[in-house]
């Protein structure tokens, strides 16, 4: 693997599941920063906002500030402000996520009057009533986007339903698909990653345990790949995937050894 000058990290899977950190990836990312490596933290999940998971990862080992994580809702955020600022959106998500769009002077409303956008993401209370307004709001001309694609998530003891359940629920009702999804693989979330660290795509490494989202993003922006199977992704599934990886590790522990020193 030639001089990589910036890694940008997955956060479920890759360096921890649920509350616990996956053996090894503290002391990997410590080594990595002394070996001269910027660092960027990603996830899809926008189940909290950016300055919790700085906290989380500096309570499990790995410390980090708010700018150095990117969630899908920061960068939907983001470019909901640039393309209709002011937006009233209909979110079928959790309290955290609104908070990330009103900070960019995006406006959630509870989707009885005008919606100007159905905003699908990652929601453990999704219901019926919520899909029955998303489904209303859309009827009357919203336009629907999403946080990520993502079918399920790692926990501790398993996977649950994702934010392309809460997708796949629209579209079976409205035939529709989002316009835009903002996480990963979009080159949206790597842009905003590369333009953090102030490197090109060549001079990075993306990690992360998913082919579909992780790696491919990587491999269309033209970075090196490390796929770890700490997460979801096994052994098996590689051969099958259009989107090989340059690096498979059992798990981020091992990547140090794999990235050149930078003098």
Not at 8 to 22: K, M, N, P, S, V
Not at 88 to 112: C, I, K, N, Q, S
Not at 139 to 144: K, S, W
């Amino acid at each position: 693997m030639s001089t990589i000058r910036g890694i940008i990290f997955d956060l479920d899977g890759t360096l921890y599941r649920g509350e616990q950190a996956i053996p090894g990836a503290p002391e990997a990312v410590h080594r990595l920063r002394r070996a001269g490596c910027r660092t960027m933290f990603i996830s899809n999940k926008p189940l909290q906002t950016r300055e919790h998971y700085a906290a989380k990862l500096t309570r499990l080992g790995i410390p980090a500030e708010p700018a150095d994580v990117l969630t899908s809702g920061h960068v939907l955020g983001r470019w909901l402000a640039r393309e209709a600022p002011g937006a009233r959106l209909y979110v079928v998500g959790e309290p955290p996520l609104l908070e990330e769009l009103r900070a960019f002077g995006l406006h959630p409303t509870d989707g009885r009057g005008a919606v100007d956008f159905v905003v699908a993401a990652f929601d453990r209370t999704f219901d019926y009533a919520k899909l029955n307004t998303a489904f209303q709001a859309l009827r009357r001309g919203a336009r629907l986007v999403a946080t990520n694609g993502d079918r399920t998530c790692p926990v501790e003891d398993g996977e649950i339903p994702d934010a392309g359940a809460v997708i796949g629920a629209i579209e079976g009702c409205t035939g529709q698909r989002p316009e835009l999804v903002a996480g990963k693989p979009s080159p949206l979330m790597i842009g905003a990653g590369l333009a953090r660290m102030g490197l090109l795509a060549g001079e990075c490494l993306v990690v992360g345990d998913r082919l579909e989202t992780d790696i491919r993003m990587g491999v269309e922006a033209g970075t090196a790949t490390a796929l770890v199977l700490s997460g979801v992704t096994r052994r098996e599934d590689i051969a099958a995937s259009p989107w090989q990886p340059d690096l498979v590790l059992e798990s981020v522990a091992g990547l140090p050894e794999h990235v050149p020193r930078n003098t």
